[in-house]
């Protein structure tokens, strides 16, 4: 797989598209049908957010903030991989956000201008 720089992607979408996790698309007529995971892309970068977001899934019940409650209402109306590859596309996104804005990360929700 090439380097390639976040700002080569136009927006968040097109970064998780080209780490292969978002759902492929077999759609026609109007009818859409999403599948699995595209396994498109850096495999290894992939394994480690999905890992990633599994771990923290894990940590459901001792975490109370927003974005945990997202990820709790992902699994009541989903099951538990889709879960897991739902936060990690969330996860990528906020990677490219991130590296694309020069920001830190910070308590969840907090951007900061990082410095040299």
Request: proline share 2%; aromatic share 6%; net charge positive.
């Amino acid at each position: 797989m090439i380097p390639v720089s976040a700002s080569s992607f136009k927006n968040g979408r097109q970064f998780a598209t080209y780490l292969g996790i978002v759902p492929k698309q077999h759609s026609s007529g109007g009818k859409e049908k999403l599948l699995g995971i595209s396994k498109r892309g850096d495999g290894y970068l992939r394994g480690l957010l999905i890992h990633g977001a599994r771990a923290v899934i894990n940590q459901l019940d001792k975490q109370k903030n927003e974005r945990f409650k997202w990820v709790k209402t992902i699994i009541e109306r989903r099951e538990h991989n889709k879960a897991c590859v739902a936060l990690a596309n969330k996860n990528a996104r906020i990677i490219w956000a991130l590296l694309n804005k020069g920001c830190e990360y910070r308590n969840g929700s907090d951007l900061r201008v990082a410095t040299a």
